[in-house]
């Protein structure tokens, strides 16, 4: 499973670097591309703009029948500011620019499964695919609207 998550997570990483190298966020004074997995970085006093955060729900059976194949599901959460934060564009703008990235970003739908454990990516011979975006939530917050869309991912358990 977390091997799926990884690739997702990393597919759309650099899918995002080569689309749109601009958008970019600073880490524990590193600067990357604007994506990160929730569960695993540091947490935030605010909600960052500008940023693709994952958050992921528990693995099931993608069938209902077998353990083979599994789905999980990653909400994309996403947001923008005021003029400040979004570069004179109004936030519906940049907001609607990061809707219609995010989809560009998640074709094509499949990638190469690999392990990130190591100092390279390790193909791991199977296949990780999803669902393209489906619109979520919407909020607004002290003047930042808030954006999410659900991605269904699924893979081929891992053998321990």
């Not at 109004?90 to 094509?108: N, V």
Request: proline share 4%.
């Amino acid at each position: 499973m977390q091997a799926a998550k990884d690739t997702f997570f990393c597919t759309l990483r650099d899918r995002l670097a080569a689309e749109r190298p601009e958008w970019t966020m600073s880490l524990d004074g590193v600067e990357r591309a604007a994506v990160m997995v929730c569960e695993n970085e540091r947490a935030h006093e605010e909600d960052p703009t500008g940023v693709y955060c994952l958050e992921w729900s528990a693995a099931k059976s993608a069938d209902g029948r077998t353990d083979s194949l599994q789905a999980m599901v990653c909400s994309v959460t996403y947001a923008a500011g005021d003029a400040q934060t979004t570069g004179a564009m109004s936030r519906g703008r940049a907001l609607g620019m990061m809707e219609q990235t995010l989809r560009s970003i998640c074709r094509p739908n499949v990638t190469d499964k690999c392990a990130y454990d190591g100092d390279a990516p390790q193909p791991l011979g199977a296949k990780v695919f999803w669902t393209l975006p489906v619109a979520g939530k919407k909020s607004e917050d002290n003047g930042v609207l808030h954006w999410s869309a659900d991605v269904t991912v699924y893979f081929y358990a891992e053998v321990a």
